[in-house]
């Protein structure tokens, strides 16, 4: 159910961008939309039937073909939204200095336990892995942390290598046993 018809609308007079964008949309612009419903920055978009369920806010979820009501059962739909909440959410200037602080450090190498080894431009699973790692060592806070993270991996790192050479091997046998 629409109550505003976007294909009565005209464009602003200000600007060339429409003053509405109508559903289907892409799978980036819901996932911008969805962003835009959680950040606080505007109201959301709720269902225009929350007094039938009084117990779910109907806060509005996107999806490609339209907003959908999340209540059990209620059905309400919007076919449009605002064409800037279709754009990724503009940063912060804290969010910003930390983003570039990241990518600033993101070619200095660093350990990683996922891969064994030291590089730059770590990815999820490079992330995951010293977080898990964090997690398994709360007894372990700021430099002491990295340190020992460190260590842990130069040591992966010279097991991998004494695994690798065959003289290692006919000495002690244990070294060649893989993980």
């Known amino acids: ?23 289907p949309w892409t799978d980036e612009q819901v996932a911008n939309l969805n962003r835009h419903q959680s950040a606080g920055i505007l109201h959301p978009f709720t269902c ?6 009084p117990d779910n806010p109907g806060v509005m979820v996107a999806a490609t073909d339209g907003w959908h009501c999340p209540a059990d059962g209620c059905g309400y739909r919007q076919s449009w939204a605002f064409p800037a909440m279709t754009k990724p959410l503009p ?6 200095r930390i983003k570039d602080m990241l990518s600033a450090a993101a070619d200095i190498p660093r350990p990683c336990l996922f891969h064994e080894d030291i590089h730059t431009q770590h990815g999820i699973d490079c992330i995951r ?24 991996v130069e040591q992966r790192i010279l097991d991998q290598l004494v695994r690798q050479h065959s003289p290692a091997r006919r000495i002690n046998p244990a070294l060649s046993k893989t993980k």
Do not use: N
């Open 48 to 53: 225009g039937r929350r007094e039938h369920h």
């Open 129 to 152: 892995s010293r977080t898990e790692w964090l997690a398994a060592h709360p007894h372990l806070r700021g430099q002491a942390a990295r340190d020992a993270y460190a260590i842990e």
């Open 91 to 96: 940063l912060t200037p804290p969010q910003q």
């Open 1 to 23: 159910m629409t109550f505003l018809d976007p294909g009565l609308l005209t464009a602003s007079t200000q600007t060339s961008e429409p003053t509405f964008i109508a559903a």
